[in-house]
């Protein structure tokens, strides 16, 4: 079942049993072997990457040095070679990804990176390191402008980027009460007004973001409970179907954020949050694997929430409001408070704008929602718009946690292109979700079935 304990959630043991079964039956033969090294050394082909890649800034590297720091990334941003490259084979013969479409002559490999927690808390441990993100984003760089990495529209990856830049830093803060054993130090929850902290600048005359937030008409219980509420996310996970409360709650549940299917409206991201907990019993949600009831799909409407993201990267000054930035019925299916209940809960809606600003607009613009009408009282979602990439807006740029060359890495970014093709129409339809998902979405048929004989077998094993 989901958990919504934000210590049982980040356990050792149980992020193992998330991906590869050989990442926990190594564990459960030999508990003393550092599982993290093990999944580092996988991930670049190499022992002690950490000290042999990033010993000094980017400079001139060969052609497999590139590959490696390239692939410290692609897991956590849901990245991969183009299928007709080289560097395809390569990635699924030494670092880790996995092949899920291919032709009779091996010409054509479409390959993806599954959800894996502790792929991500590995690769997080090598960019900590002051010259791991320049090191990194140097290698995509090169790769995206010479056409052998898609990476999607350009907004969407600096989001992703200055995503996961912010939570490190975020988890870097946490000092966990409980062994250090039991946990990894890039896989723990943090709480929603931290990683805010860490990602958006405090507006002028502001101490921080979230002293802002307080600021705006919406400072009551609800805002308190969103702003104590946990993320839990190091990596990214492709969405292969509609967003529902269930896969929200499931994505926190192995520790990912979720990249929105194809033209979903109004959103790109969404960030999951455990909102902080309420006198009573925990929240009874619904299994991992299988469809919930209507009474789970409540409990998840009361107790989860998220930051929901929209990216641009316009070449001129352009004009967003909150309507292209709502999180409503359309996008997250449920997600709204059934007419004559009362909305207990707050969700924020960013716009991050990388582009340039309008004539005396602000870098960022923080407002209730609100309309005609939908009176203050019954407002349910805070709005930000955030405009161009630098320190008046990002964390990143003004404090000294992320190197200035990866600072300039990024800048590059927004403007890198290259000619790709994948020879793709459509995704494969065959992939199913199960611990090792490369997108998240609906079950088929036959999985559903597999998983409900092996849970009536167990149960008649134990009897």
């Known amino acids: 079942m989901c958990v919504s304990d934000v210590n049982e959630v980040a356990r050792v043991e149980r992020l193992l ?3 590869r079964p050989g990442w926990w039956a190594i564990y459960h ?11 580092a ?3 670049t082909g190499m022992q002690h990457p950490s000290d042999r890649l990033f010993r000094t800034l980017p400079q001139p590297v060969d052609d497999k040095t590139k590959l490696r720091l390239f692939a410290i990334l692609a897991p956590r941003l849901a990245i991969t070679a183009g299928p007709y490259t080289r560097e395809a084979a390569e990635t699924v013969a030494s670092h880790l990804a996995i092949v899920v479409n291919a032709d009779h002559h091996g010409h054509f490999l479409e390959t ?4 894996e927690p502790i792929v991500a808390a590995a690769a997080a441990s090598l960019t900590e390191r002051p010259t791991g ?14 056409g052998i990495v898609h990476a999607g529209f350009r907004g969407e990856l600096l989001t992703k980027i200055l995503c996961l830049m912010a939570v490190d830093e975020s988890m870097s803060q946490v000092v966990h009460e409980s062994s250090r054993e039991s946990y990894w130090k890039y896989a723990l929850p943090v709480k929603v007004s931290v990683f805010l902290d860490n990602l958006i600048t405090a507006p002028p005359n502001f101490n921080s973001f979230s002293d802002a937030i307080r600021a705006t008409p919406i400072h009551d219980e609800r805002l308190n409970r969103f702003l104590d509420g946990h993320i839990f996310f190091n990596h990214f996970l492709r969405m292969e179907e509609n967003l529902t409360l269930p896969l929200i709650v499931q994505a926190w549940n192995r520790g990912a954020a979720l990249m929105c299917k194809n033209n979903t409206p109004l959103i790109d991201h ?18 991992l694997y299988d469809d919930w009831t209507e009474e789970q799909v409540e409990e998840a409407r009361q107790n989860i929430s998220y930051i929901v993201i929209n990216s641009k ?21 449920d997600c709204e408070t059934p007419l004559g209940q009362t909305n207990n809960k707050l969700w924020m809606t960013i716009m991050q704008e990388y582009g340039p600003r309008q004539r005396d607009e602000e870098h960022i613009t923080i407002f209730p929602s609100r309309g005609s009408k939908k009176p203050l009282e019954d407002t349910t979602q805070l709005h930000v718009i955030l405009k161009e990439l630098g320190d008046q807006t990002y964390t990143a740029f003004q404090k000294s946690y992320i190197h200035p060359l990866a600072q300039l890495y990024l ?34 048929t036959k999985s559903k079935e597999t998983w409900r004989m092996f849970r009536q077998n167990s149960m008649q094993v134990d009897e």
């Open 17 to 19: 049993k998330f991906g």
């Open 29 to 39: 033969h030999y508990p003393k072997k550092n599982m993290l090294e093990l999944a």
């Open 41 to 43: 050394a996988k991930l």
């Open 112 to 115: 993806v990176y599954p959800s």
């Open 133 to 146: 993100w320049p090191n990194t984003l140097s290698a995509l760089t090169s790769y995206i402008q010479t």
């Open 270 to 287: 969404v960030i999951p949050i455990m909102l902080a907990s309420t006198p009573g019993s925990p929240p009874n949600f619904g299994p």
């Open 313 to 333: 990267n316009y070449t001129d000054p352009q004009n967003w409001t909150a309507t292209y930035i709502t999180a409503n019925n359309s996008n997250i299916m």
């Open 411 to 444: 800048q590059n970014l927004c403007v890198a292109s290259g000619n790709y093709h994948d020879g793709i129409d459509n995704k494969p339809n065959s992939i199913r979700r199960d611990n090792i998902p490369v997108m998240l979405g609906d079950y088929t």
